[in-house]
């Protein structure tokens, strides 16, 4: 069975309408996939920059997996969250990323995105915070049903995610 | 040599640079290291405090320590891949010695010199009484054990402030880990892993 191992970190978040952020993510892969040691989901800190505009957690990541197939290679699904001074948790962005199938060290910025509900909602959103969030979260990662949604940009993520393949070669395998 | 590694080796050596800290003056940093259970650090320091530095008289207002890092690891699975965690401390305008920020980074793990600027941060008190209250005494918010910051486990309940930047510098070697099938970058999966040891060392 060939092995990945996804060792690397949340970096932090930029582009944000206000700072006290924190990233909930979480790692989807197909059905071939086992997982064998490390967290396949968490929870960064909340983060509040004192003098920069880009918020950071550093948040490590070390998962290893085995697989018996290419099928369903992993995607790191993110939710950033925005927590005000009243310790009210407001729904900043949704968005994925495919962990990257060559080996080495990877940059990466994830692109988030927010629903926008009808035109109240987003008047009650301007005054008193909130807003709508998606019921079924597989909606980040798969196409579904994505017709149905009408969503608005918000901030990217920086991520920066190594990789190490094993026995991918034997099988014949090119990444 | 052995035909067939069960380990294998990972060697680091490096530096802590600098920091670059806007607000604060005079400041110390330690490190250590955080590994895994399959990982054990074969020689070198496992953790280290440097001097206490400066900041420099011109505009880019730096810190520099210069503190050299050396250590060998040697581990049968590359999960767990060590971190380095670094705290920083400094005086505070009563003179206590209080916690400025904490970092963590992954050492690279691609043979070759790499230089990482990692974000420092400190935990926020949880009310305005409080931040006073640490702010007269002199106690800040500090984690009670720096390895915290390398785990993603339980933080998901702290409030931190992040200010500041270190950067690091690292050489990395590695050995066997091609000959245990772990591809590292993509120049690895060009050339199959099994080979002898004897067309290994004449391949150019």
């Given at each position: 069975?060939?092995?990945?191992?996804?060792?690397?970190?949340?970096?932090?978040?930029?582009?944000?309408?206000?700072?006290?952020?924190?990233?909930?993510?979480?790692?989807?892969?197909?059905?071939?996939?086992?997982?064998?040691?490390?967290?396949?989901?968490?929870?960064?800190?909340?983060?509040?920059?004192?003098?920069?505009?880009?918020?950071?957690?550093?948040?490590?990541?070390?998962?290893?997996?085995?697989?018996?197939?290419?099928?369903?290679?992993?995607?790191?699904?993110?939710?950033?969250?925005?927590?005000?001074?009243?310790?009210?948790?407001?729904?900043?962005?949704?968005?994925?990323?495919?962990?990257?199938?060559?080996?080495?060290?990877?940059?990466?910025?994830?692109?988030?995105?927010?629903?926008?509900?009808?035109?109240?909602?987003?008047?009650?959103?301007?005054?008193?915070?909130?807003?709508?969030?998606?019921?079924?979260?597989?909606?980040?990662?798969?196409?579904?049903?994505?017709?149905?949604?009408?969503?608005?940009?918000?901030?990217?993520?920086?991520?920066?995610?190594?990789?190490?393949?094993?026995?991918?070669?034997?099988?014949?395998?090119?990444? | 040599?052995?035909?067939?590694?069960?380990?294998?080796?990972?060697?680091?050596?490096?530096?802590?640079?600098s920091a670059n800290f806007p607000e604060f003056d005079d400041l110390y940093c330690k490190y250590c290291f955080v590994y895994g259970h399959d990982w054990a650090p074969t020689s070198g320091l496992e953790e280290g405090i440097s001097q206490i530095t400066s900041k420099?008289?011109?505009?880019?207002?730096?810190?520099?320590?210069?503190?050299?890092?050396?250590?060998?690891?040697?581990?049968?699975?590359?999960?767990?891949?060590?971190?380095?965690?670094?705290?920083?401390?400094?005086?505070?305008?009563?003179?206590?010695?209080?916690?400025?920020?904490?970092?963590?980074?992954?050492?690279?793990?691609?043979?070759?010199?790499?230089?990482?600027?990692?974000?420092?941060?400190?935990?926020?008190?949880?009310?305005?009484?409080?931040?006073?209250?640490?702010?007269?005494?002199?106690?800040?918010?500090?984690?009670?054990?720096?390895?915290?910051?390398?785990?993603?486990?339980?933080?998901?309940?702290?409030?931190?402030?992040?200010?500041?930047?270190?950067?690091?510098?690292?050489?990395?070697?590695?050995?066997?880990?091609?000959?245990?099938?772990?591809?590292?970058?993509?120049?690895?999966?060009?050339?199959?892993?099994?080979?002898?040891?004897?067309?290994?060392?004449?391949?150019?």
């Open positions: 069975m060939a092995e990945v191992h996804v060792i690397g970190q949340i970096v932090g978040a930029s582009g944000f309408p206000q700072h006290s952020l924190f990233c909930k993510w979480g790692v989807h892969t197909g059905g071939a996939w086992k997982l064998l040691s490390g967290l396949r989901e968490g929870q960064t800190q909340v983060d509040n920059p004192q003098n920069e505009e880009m918020a950071s957690w550093s948040h490590p990541i070390d998962i290893h997996f085995a697989t018996k197939g290419l099928q369903g290679w992993p995607k790191l699904h993110l939710q950033v969250w925005h927590q005000d001074s009243f310790g009210r948790c407001e729904l900043y962005g949704y968005g994925f990323c495919h962990v990257p199938s060559s080996p080495g060290l990877h940059e990466l910025q994830c692109v988030t995105w927010r629903p926008v509900g009808s035109w109240q909602d987003q008047l009650s959103q301007l005054f008193i915070g909130g807003g709508v969030q998606l019921k079924n979260s597989d909606l980040i990662y798969s196409g579904a049903d994505r017709y149905r949604l009408h969503t608005s940009a918000m901030g990217t993520v920086h991520l920066q995610l190594g990789v190490i393949l094993r026995h991918f070669d034997r099988y014949g395998v090119e990444c | 040599m052995t035909a067939n590694p069960s380990v294998f080796l990972l060697m680091v050596n490096g530096q802590i640079e420099s008289r011109d505009t880019q207002q730096n810190f520099v320590w210069n503190f050299p890092i050396d250590i060998s690891f040697k581990s049968t699975n590359p999960f767990g891949w060590p971190q380095i965690v670094v705290s920083v401390y400094g005086p505070d305008v009563f003179g206590n010695d209080v916690v400025r920020g904490y970092g963590a980074v992954h050492i690279p793990f691609t043979p070759g010199r790499h230089k990482r600027t990692i974000p420092m941060f400190v935990p926020e008190s949880s009310s305005v009484l409080q931040k006073f209250t640490s702010w007269f005494m002199g106690r800040r918010p500090e984690f009670t054990d720096p390895k915290v910051v390398a785990q993603g486990e339980g933080r998901e309940v702290t409030r931190v402030r992040s200010q500041g930047f270190i950067t690091l510098s690292f050489n990395v070697v590695t050995k066997d880990m091609k000959n245990l099938g772990y591809d590292t970058t993509t120049a690895d999966l060009q050339n199959p892993s099994v080979s002898t040891v004897t067309d290994a060392s004449y391949r150019t």
